[in-house]
């Protein structure tokens, strides 16, 4: 009986213990994580024209880090700083040469923020204001105008915003 | 407060029939045996050691559980958890409050057997169990594997999806598996080990019930959980029938 007892005892801290070594849950890659802003150049002319702009550089106002280029020559992938409500980039053409050319935007949106699940908790979307962006040094831009594409960024898999030259 | 007095209606039918029944089976036994048969009708009530210590050493943990049964049959219990609890989690990069109150109600199968004048017990039981509950999303991190600007890792305190989500609920059921051992005339430690299965919960807006009061984690691939208790209980022989 004696033997019973003291066994008795050592059950909970065998619990405790166990407890505190459950596993951790993992985020698998194949999640969609918060999505970058898709930018497509547009023809002025012609709106339905995808028009890549000659010698284009960008650069993030604030972050020294180059803004990674992926995909095409005629779109780009912003990304979107959670904590605020803007955004600011200078768009180059014709770099290093006598045409170039900056222009400064800024692109306007809202932000609200789904649950995925317990491992990977939450994602940020994206909702453009009516003005998506403004050229914030105006005068001699080689920006002409802006259009929504889809208003709604909650994935990568469309353009939501065409930039006319 | 409907559930509540639900379940109490469920408890009044379990205790008003049992002595009926339990009188039934002792008498059936008794008819064609001479020896003295003497089967207490006891009820045994205590309270959850380990949720108790949890709650003074730890800063993100508060509440208790009781426990009881009620001895129906020689080795037969009806058995009842209720239990009521705070705590705070992080779990990844989510942090939220979730409190709230649950019962557990169901049977206890005693499969030792004592020797004479021994009293313990190893069972093996079922339990429906429900709760009551609410979270409050106190901070996450947002989900970003290319993080560009320099604070996108800070978590939202405020704002967003943050704040309490009201009014949950869950259904499981559980089985358990107990051992109470007598070390004083009727008082007993006993440790239970339980496998949970959830039935159905109500699942809060933009978020997910990561935490279930008394039932314990949820996890995401599947409907198991697992629990257990350290209990401390007294009993109260209240009814022995002696038959000769």
């Known amino acids: 009986m004696k033997n019973i007892r003291l066994f008795f005892l050592f059950i909970p801290l065998t619990c405790i213990t166990h ?37 284009f550089s960008i650069r993030a106002i604030g972050n020294d880090v180059p803004v990674l280029r992926r995909g095409s020559n005629d779109s780009l992938l912003l990304p979107l700083k959670i904590q605020e409500k803007n955004v600011q980039f200078e768009f180059i053409i014709n770099k290093g040469s ?51 594409l889809k208003d709604t960024i909650s994935n990568e898999e469309t353009a939501h915003l065409g930039i006319l030259h | 407060m409907k559930k509540l007095h639900i379940w109490v209606f469920y408890i009044s039918i379990f205790f008003g029939t049992m002595p009926l029944s339990g009188q039934n089976e002792v008498n059936s036994v008794a008819k064609d045996s001479l020896e003295i048969i003497k089967t207490p009708l006891s009820f045994r009530l205590g309270i959850d050691l380990y949720r108790i210590t949890l709650s003074q050493i730890s800063d993100d943990f508060s509440g208790y559980e009781a426990v009881g049964d009620v001895r129906i049959g020689k080795d037969l219990f009806v058995a009842m958890e209720i239990g009521s609890l705070e705590t705070k989690k992080q779990v990844e990069q989510v942090n939220f409050t979730s ?7 169901g049977f206890d199968y005693n499969m030792f057997e004592n020797m004479e004048g ?39 305190n405020n704002g967003y999806a943050t704040g309490e989500r009201l009014n949950l609920s869950a259904f499981w059921f559980e089985v358990v598996v107990s051992f109470k051992v ?3 005339k009727n008082v007993y430690t006993g440790v239970s080990l339980r496998l949970n299965r959830l039935l159905n919960d109500k699942l809060p807006e933009n978020f997910d019930n990561i935490y279930i009061p008394g039932f314990n984690k949820k996890t995401e691939d599947n409907v198991f959980g697992g629990g257990f208790n350290y209990t401390l209980t007294y009993n109260i022989p209240f009814l022995t029938k002696k038959n000769n």
């Open chain 1, 98 to 148: 006598e045409e170039e050319n900056i222009d400064t935007i800024q692109i306007n949106y809202q932000r609200f923020d789904t649950f995925i699940n317990a491992a990977c908790g939450f994602r940020s979307n994206f909702i453009l204001e009516n003005e998506p962006a403004i050229i914030l040094n105006p005068g001699d831009n080689w920006i002409n105008g802006f259009k929504i």
């Open chain 1, 19 to 55: 407890l505190k070594c459950e596993r951790d849950d993992i985020c698998i890659e194949s999640v969609i994580e918060s999505p970058d802003l898709i930018l497509l150049f547009l023809d002025t002319k012609d709106v339905s024209v995808r028009k890549s702009p000659l010698n």
């Open chain 2, 182 to 184: 007598q070390i004083l």
């Open chain 2, 118 to 156: 021994m009293n313990n017990h190893i069972t093996l039981g079922l339990r429906l169990a429900s709760s009551k509950h609410k979270h409050y999303l106190n901070s996450y991190t947002i989900l970003d594997r290319t993080r560009f600007w320099p604070s996108s890792d800070l978590p939202i």
């Open chain 2, 99 to 105: 409190s709230g109150n649950y019962l557990k109600l």
